[in-house]
Structures are given as structure tokens and as C-alpha cells.
């Protein structure tokens, strides 16, 4: 059997909708046989999710890594904003979040991604030496790079005979682990399709899996894996655009109630949540320490110090070399950032790789195409400044605008100083006007 439980009947079930009982058969032999024939856009919605679940689920619940970390030599794929070894790191930070472990790891460098080896020849061969010296400790081997090609992933698994998972992949496993509403669920499904898509063709396995491409020899099976995707597609962006829909009347209930919000980003684990606790004094936020904590669109309010009320808006954290298109899926969470009043923008200035991920979320935001208005009024916070040296307590230090607000969410250090400018910077974006009227001790006003 090819695919367990749900995933058999799922498929079993809309081979033989689409294509009757004898393509059913005769492209679908291998799969579990069931008697029910309900079509997969009636089963119930936690079934589809385990479609996707299933299609690229990691075997067992624990993986021990080799990790492959390569070093753009030169080019305009380098960030010289970092370095090797801070990219090592955040990467074993994501296996960590998922609760597996990095048993070795190497460094090598690379000049492009193009060839079906990535590195040349002299470092290929340090890399099957260090991989074979960890053979009984490794189970599966994890590329700290962006996406691999469909040949590259093949390769590799071949020449290891391990499951490969590259940086994307580890990335939408915490999606996963971590999506706990029926809203975060639908947009890590939809962020997983075009991966998943890219995979569909000649290779007989989904790369990093134990699982068999269902009749990877046959070109109408892989038609029929398509469609399946194509269909599990709409039938997401159908229910999110629902979820979308309520969201904006929401926002239309605000605006007409003069509600205003305060979109808070920043890369992942920088404190945004932290923040908005302190600054709320919402004691029912539990702020995390660890990547991706926060996949849902939460408001919570607050109070500037002209007594204006104010939603603060937690949005889910950017992070560095991953495609774009993977942050685009969380549509609800984009449509809030780009309906807001005021963008505030949290770093993690104490992280030694504070400046390239200022630039990484900076340019995230610009691919967002949002209003040129908010984005030139965006206000920056060096967040978690009581985990600074005094000496780096500066904007020069941190690579911070000379009007960057610094904070401490534990220490309530700038909290004041950051109401005041985000109620200035909402004056301005909105043209609410602040007045002051003196009214006479004991007048008819007061009556």
C-alpha cells in the first residue's frame, strides 16, 4: 500500500469519481481498497488537511541531521550581511524548533546552484567523506539552503541513501507542527501545494520521504496527482477567502467605530508578541521562545497616551532565504499588515545577526507591494536592548535609523517613547488633528 489510511481512501475515492472503477483499478492498484465512494470534496475538511499531511510526511517523529551548510563564495546571491557561520546556526535553530537534532555538520563553499552536484568535485568528495563518518548516527541529511531542484534532491538521496530535506521543508514542517486554528492550518496547506507541485513528474518518490510517488511510472496517475492538487487548491483559497471576507468586515466595523490599527512585524523570534504584551498589558498573550510561535492574525488592544484606543496587531515573522511565495499564503496575515494605520517594525538587536535580518524583512515588506505611505512611515524598534552591551546602545552600533525607538519588552524600557511616536505617526497617516480646548471651571459645558 502506497498511502496510509486517509490518504488511500482520498485518492482511491476520486479515481473512481473522475475516472470510474476501471482507471481506479488499473491506475490505483496499489492503494488501499475501500468500499465508499464519496467524492473528496465531501469528506470532512481535517481529511484533506492529512492529504497534504501524508503526501510529504517526514517518517517517524524524530530526525538526527547531518547538516550541509553552503558558502556563496561570490556573486550576487551572497549576503555579505552575515556569514556562514550565523546561517549554521539559525539553522540548527530551525531543526531544533522541530525537536530534532544536528549530529554533524560541514561548510562548503559554493559558486551557484545550477549543477546536479551543487559543489565542485574536490568538495563534493570532503562532503561523502564527513557524511560516512557519521553513517550510524545521521538518519537523514538537511541542504541549510533555500529550495533544491527535483534532480538535486534525487542525487543526493541516491548517493546517501537518506532522506534529504532542504531549508524550505524544515520551514513547513514547523508550519505544520505549529498551526493549531482551522485558518492556520487552511494557509500552511496552501503554502505547501507549490512545493509539493514542483516535485510531480519523473522521479518515483516525493524527495525526503519514505513514501512512493503513487504510479510514477504512469503519466496519467501523475494527471490525476495534479488535478488532486489543483482541486485541494480551490477548495483552500475557497475557504480562505470566507475567513478573508469576515476579516474584512471586521476592519469595517473598526474603521467605522474610528478603531485604528498598529501592525507589528519583524523577524521571527524578535519579540513582537513580547512587545505587544508589555505595551497592552494583555495577560492572556503567552509569548514563546522559539521560530514561528505565532502563525495566526491576533488584536489586542491598547491606549496611546492621548487616551486614543488602538489595535495592535501580532502577525507571523519573516525569515531569510526562503521563497517568498511560502509568507504570500498567509493572506489574512498580508491584508492586515496592508490595512493598517502604522507599521512598526521590531528587531532582535541583540542577535548577532541583527543587521541582515533588518534587511530581510525590509525587503520582504517591499515585495508585499504595500502602501508607499506606510512603508516611508514605518517605525523601527531595537527590541530586547537590555540584552546589550552599554557601548552598543546606539543606532550606528546596530545599523538602526537615528530615530529608531530602543526597548526592553521584559525590562519595560521605551515603552512611553514608542506610544508617543506610533500616536504621532497615526496622527499623520490618518490626518486625525489633536486639539486642546480650555473650558471654564464650573461652565455650561461641563453640565
Not at 496510509?4 to 496499489?30: D, E, N
Not at 475538511?45 to 510526511?57: G, I, K, P
Not at 486614543?308 to 515573522?317: C, E, F, K, P, R
Amino acid at each position: 500500500m502506497l498511502f496510509k489510511s486517509t490518504s488511500g481512501r482520498l485518492l482511491s475515492s476520486y479515481l473512481r469519481c473522475r475516472c470510474g472503477p476501471s482507471v481506479t483499478a488499473r491506475s490505483a492498484s496499489s492503494f488501499e481498497q475501500v468500499d465508499e465512494d464519496v467524492p473528496p470534496w465531501q469528506l470532512p475538511e481535517e481529511a484533506e488537511y492529512e492529504l497534504a499531511r501524508d503526501l510529504l510526511r517526514i517518517p517517524g517523529t524524530s530526525q538526527q541531521l547531518f547538516l550541509i551548510q553552503p558558502r556563496i563564495k561570490i556573486g550576487p546571491n551572497r549576503n555579505y550581511l552575515t556569514t556562514p557561520q550565523l546561517q549554521l546556526e539559525e539553522n540548527k535553530t530551525l531543526v531544533e524548533t522541530l525537536g530534532w537534532k544536528i549530529v554533524d555538520h560541514i561548510i562548503l563553499p559554493v559558486s551557484s546552484y545550477d549543477s546536479t552536484h551543487v559543489f565542485g568535485r574536490g568538495n563534493f568528495e570532503k562532503l561523502q567523506e564527513a557524511v560516512r563518518s557519521c553513517r550510524t548516527s545521521a538518519s537523514a541529511i538537511f541542504f541549510g539552503s533555500n529550495t533544491l531542484k527535483k534532480k538535486q534532491l534525487a542525487f543526493y538521496r541516491e548517493t546517501f541513501g537518506m532522506p534529504v530535506f532542504d531549508r524550505y521543508r524544515i520551514v513547513l514542517e514547523i508550519f505544520r507542527a505549529h498551526a493549531k486554528t482551522k485558518e492556520a492550518k487552511l494557509q500552511v496547506a496552501l503554502a505547501e501545494l507549490p512545493y509539493f507541485r514542483a516535485l510531480l513528474g519523473g522521479i518515483g518518490e516525493v524527495p525526503g520521504s519514505s513514501i512512493q510517488m503513487a504510479g510514477s511510472g504512469s503519466g496519467q496517475t501523475r494527471d490525476l496527482q495534479r488535478q488532486i492538487m489543483r482541486d485541494r487548491e480551490g477548495k483552500l483559497r475557497t475557504a480562505l477567502d470566507k475567513i478573508r471576507s469576515n476579516r474584512a468586515v471586521l476592519r469595517r466595523g473598526r474603521k467605522k467605530n474610528e478603531i485604528n490599527s498598529v501592525a507589528v512585524v519583524g523577524y521571527t523570534n524578535c519579540g513582537k508578541t513580547s512587545l505587544i504584551k508589555a505595551l497592552t498589558g494583555d495577560v492572556t498573550m503567552k509569548p514563546e521562545n522559539k521560530l514561528f510561535a505565532t502563525l495566526d492574525v491576533t488584536s489586542h488592544g491598547g491606549r496611546l497616551p492621548n487616551s486614543v484606543s488602538v489595535l495592535y496587531v501580532d502577525t507571523i515573522g519573516f525569515i531569510s532565504d526562503i521563497p517568498t511565495s511560502l509568507i504570500a499564503s498567509f493572506a489574512a496575515v498580508l491584508e492586515e499588515i496592508g490595512e493598517a494605520d502604522v507599521l512598526v517594525h521590531v528587531r532582535d538587536v541583540s542577535h548577532p545577526d541583527t543587521k541582515s535580518q533588518k534587511e530581510t524583512v525590509l525587503k520582504q515588506l517591499r515585495e508585499l507591494a504595500l502602501p508607499e505611505k506606510l512603508l516611508n512611515s514605518m517605525i523601527e524598534v531595537c527590541n530586547k536592548v537590555d540584552m546589550l552591551p552599554e557601548i552598543e546602545k546606539s543606532p550606528e552600533k546596530v545599523s538602526a535609523a537615528d530615530n529608531a525607538i530602543f526597548t526592553s519588552a521584559t525590562a519595560n524600557t521605551g515603552l512611553y517613547s514608542l506610544r508617543e511616536r506610533i500616536e504621532a505617526v497615526l496622527l499623520g497617516n490618518t490626518g486625525l488633528t489633536e486639539k486642546q480646548i480650555r473650558v471654564p471651571q464650573g461652565g455650561a459645558e461641563l453640565r
